[in-house]
């Protein structure tokens, strides 16, 4: 069994049931989701005059191997309305990202995992060392909390309380 780790996000629409509508679609066609941050809102990176983004982190186990998962996540965001024009950040109902699997590296022109740019955002590290940690980024060798503590991204990150 394999363990991915994702983040989910957007910033269009009800984001907290969008959020949940693909974890519910990824537990039907990916695998079991084993652990879940808290919703954590975000202002818009990399993006001016953007809405918050909300956004959880997630750990599945799957049997699916990286590029059979990163082909559900598309077709997930795909299911629940997400458009992408390349080469740029724009709103969306939905992201999924796959952030780590198992200690995998793997570069192919369609996924880059570890997800190359996780440790210079806050908004990834903060829900992901609230459910593991200690987890060992496995091409910087250093844990998820350490990688927090290092971030200079100083973008504001909180914590939302939203009932299920």
């Known amino acids: 069994m394999n363990r991915a780790y994702l983040i989910l996000g ?28 808290s919703f954590y809102e975000t202002e818009a990176w990399g993006m001016e005059n953007a809405a918050p983004f ?8 799957t049997e699916k191997n990286p590029t059979e998962t990163l082909a559900t996540c598309l077709h997930i965001e795909n299911l629940l309305g997400r458009t992408r024009t390349q080469g740029k950040y724009e709103s969306r109902t ?57 971030c200079t991204d100083k973008s504001q990150v909180e914590k939302k309380e939203i009932s299920d």
């Not at 060798?141 to 990688?147: H, M, Q, S, W």
């Open 54 to 61: 909300l956004n959880k982190v997630i750990a599945i186990e």
């Open 94 to 150: 939905i992201d999924i990202d796959i952030l780590l699997f198992n200690d995998e590296i793997i570069t192919i022109s369609e996924l880059e995992i570890p997800h190359p740019r996780m440790h210079l955002r806050r908004f990834v590290l903060l829900p992901f060392a609230e459910i593991e940690p200690s987890l060992m980024h496995p091409v910087l060798k250093k844990t998820i909390a350490a990688l927090l503590t290092e």
């Open 10 to 37: 957007g910033n269009m629409g009800n984001r907290a049931a969008m959020i949940k509508s693909a974890e519910k679609q990824l537990e039907l066609s990916c695998g079991k989701i084993v652990l879940r941050s």
